[in-house]
C-alpha cells in the first residue's frame, strides 16, 4: 500500500511539472527517475537498519565485558579467576559472531551502498549542469530538482556516518580490554585473556566495504567533496566553452 501511495505522489508530480519539461525528460522517463529514488530511500532504510542494529550489539557487548568483570573481580572465592577467563572467553567468541555478521551485511549491501554513493554522485553532478542551464527558466522543477539532490545525499550522508559509527563501537571494545586487563597481575590468566581478546579484536576489526572496492568512513564524505568539486569545475569549463 505504501509503494502505491509513493509512486502515485511522485506520478502527480510528474504531472504537474510535466509541462515544464522538455522532450529530453519524458513524463516516463521523470517517473522513472522518482520511483528509483523511492527504491533507493528502501535501500538505505534497510542499511541504516542492520549497521544501527550492529553497532547495538557492540555497545551491549561492551557494558557486558565491564559489568561482568568488574563483579567477578570482586568475589573472593577461588573461581572467581577462573570464572573471569571464562567471561572473556565469551565476549570473543560474541565478537566474532558479530564480526561475521559485519561481513555479511558487506556481502548483501555492499554493492548497494557503492550504487547509492555513486547514485548521488550523479545526481549532483546532473543537478549542478541542470541548474547552468535552466537557472532562468523554470524555477519550481528548479527547487524540485535541488531537494531531490539534497534528499540523495542525505541518504548517502547517514549510511556513511552510521557505518563509521558502528566500526568505532566494535574498535572501542578493544580499548576497554587494555583499561582492564591492568587490574589484574602480570602473570595472571585474567590480563593474558584480556591481552588475547584485544588482539583478536584488532585483527577481526568491524569495517564496512562498499563490495569490497573501498572502506566506508568519515573520509568517504571527503572523497565524494573532492571528486564533486573536480567534475563541477570541469561542467563550468564546458558549459562555457560551449556558450
Given at each position: 500500500?505504501?509503494?502505491?501511495?509513493?509512486?502515485?505522489?511522485?506520478?502527480?508530480?510528474?504531472?504537474?511539472?510535466?509541462?515544464?519539461?522538455?522532450?529530453?525528460?519524458?513524463?516516463?522517463?521523470?517517473?522513472?527517475?522518482?520511483?528509483?529514488?523511492?527504491?533507493?530511500?528502501?535501500?538505505?532504510?534497510?542499511?541504516?537498519?542492520?549497521?544501527?542494529?550492529?553497532?547495538?550489539?557492540?555497545?551491549?557487548?561492551?557494558?557486558?565485558?565491564v559489568s561482568q568483570v568488574k563483579n567477578l573481580s570482586q568475589e573472593l572465592n577461588g573461581y572467581s579467576e577462573e570464572m573471569i577467563v571464562?567471561?572473556?572467553?565469551?565476549?570473543?567468541?560474541?565478537?566474532?559472531?558479530?564480526?561475521?555478521?559485519?561481513?555479511?551485511?558487506?556481502?548483501?549491501?555492499?554493492?548497494?551502498?557503492?550504487?547509492?554513493?555513486?547514485?548521488?554522485?550523479?545526481?549532483?553532478?546532473?543537478?549542478?549542469?541542470?541548474?547552468?542551464?535552466?537557472?532562468?527558466?523554470?524555477?519550481?522543477?528548479?527547487?524540485?530538482?535541488?531537494?531531490?539532490?539534497?534528499?540523495?545525499?542525505?541518504?548517502?550522508?547517514?549510511?556513511?556516518?552510521?557505518?563509521?559509527?558502528?566500526?568505532?563501537?566494535?574498535?572501542?571494545?578493544?580499548?576497554?580490554?587494555?583499561?582492564?586487563?591492568?587490574?589484574?597481575?602480570?602473570?595472571s590468566r585474567p590480563r593474558k585473556e584480556f591481552l588475547l581478546l584485544a588482539n583478536v579484536i584488532r585483527s577481526h576489526k568491524p569495517v564496512?566495504?562498499?563490495?569490497?572496492?573501498?572502506?566506508?568512513?568519515?573520509?568517504?564524505?571527503?572523497?565524494?567533496?573532492?571528486?564533486?568539486?573536480?567534475?563541477?569545475?570541469?561542467?563550468?569549463k564546458c558549459n562555457e566553452t560551449f556558450e
Amino acid at each position: 500500500m505504501s509503494h502505491a501511495l509513493f509512486i502515485g505522489l511522485f506520478v502527480y508530480l510528474s504531472f504537474i511539472f510535466d509541462d515544464k519539461i522538455d522532450s529530453t525528460a519524458s513524463l516516463t522517463v521523470f517517473t522513472s527517475l522518482c520511483i528509483c529514488e523511492y527504491y533507493c530511500f528502501l535501500g538505505t532504510m534497510c542499511s541504516l537498519q542492520v549497521s544501527s542494529d550492529i553497532n547495538r550489539k557492540f555497545k551491549e557487548l561492551e557494558l557486558l565485558l565491564v559489568s561482568q568483570v568488574k563483579n567477578l573481580s570482586q568475589e573472593l572465592n577461588g573461581y572467581s579467576e577462573e570464572m573471569i577467563v571464562r567471561h572473556i572467553m565469551k565476549i570473543g567468541k560474541l565478537y566474532r559472531m558479530i564480526s561475521s555478521i559485519v561481513e555479511s551485511q558487506n556481502d548483501i549491501f555492499g554493492g548497494v551502498i557503492m550504487l547509492m554513493i555513486w547514485h548521488s554522485l550523479v545526481q549532483i553532478l546532473r543537478c549542478v549542469n541542470f541548474l547552468l542551464l535552466n537557472w532562468e527558466q523554470t524555477q519550481c522543477l528548479n527547487v524540485y530538482v535541488c531537494l531531490l539532490t539534497a534528499f540523495s545525499m542525505v541518504e548517502t550522508v547517514l549510511i556513511i556516518l552510521c557505518c563509521d559509527k558502528t566500526s568505532s563501537s566494535g574498535a572501542k571494545i578493544e580499548k576497554t580490554c587494555y583499561k582492564l586487563q591492568d587490574r589484574f597481575g602480570l602473570d595472571s590468566r585474567p590480563r593474558k585473556e584480556f591481552l588475547l581478546l584485544a588482539n583478536v579484536i584488532r585483527s577481526h576489526k568491524p569495517v564496512f566495504t562498499a563490495a569490497n572496492y573501498f572502506v566506508i568512513n568519515r573520509g568517504t564524505i571527503l572523497e565524494i567533496i573532492h571528486i564533486v568539486s573536480t567534475y563541477v569545475i570541469v561542467i563550468i569549463k564546458c558549459n562555457e566553452t560551449f556558450e
